[in-house]
């Protein structure tokens, strides 16, 4: 594919979360678990709050790392509120 090289991450859908879980996951299945953490950890910092499909295989690869307390953090990231919500609603 033109314009990928390896540790380049999905740079012609940059915005696509499935392109993005489906980049994590083909690394994943190839034994690379490390890498694919950081892709999902990227993916995660940079999406939307509510990106409920990249948040989910994230916190699942944590678990299945054994990283419970960056799993658990991770969650309660997601679930706090956020000022910019509560200034809307007020």
């Known amino acids: 594919m033109p ?7 999905s740079p012609n ?3 696509d979360v499935n392109v993005q879980v489906a980049q994590a996951t083909a690394q994943l299945g190839s ?8 892709e999902l950890q990227a993916r995660v910092i ?11 295989r994230y916190v699942a690869l944590l678990n299945s790392e054994k990283q419970y307390r960056e799993a658990r953090s991770v ?16």
């Open 75 to 90: 969650l309660a990231d997601a679930v706090a509120p956020r000022p910019e919500e509560r200034a809307a609603k007020g």
């Open 46 to 56: 940079s999406s939307p709050p509510g990106s409920i499909p990249v948040l989910t």
């Open 3 to 9: 314009g990928r090289w390896p540790g380049n991450s």
């Open 13 to 15: 859908f940059p915005q």
């Open 31 to 38: 034994g690379d678990t490390k890498s694919a953490l950081f």
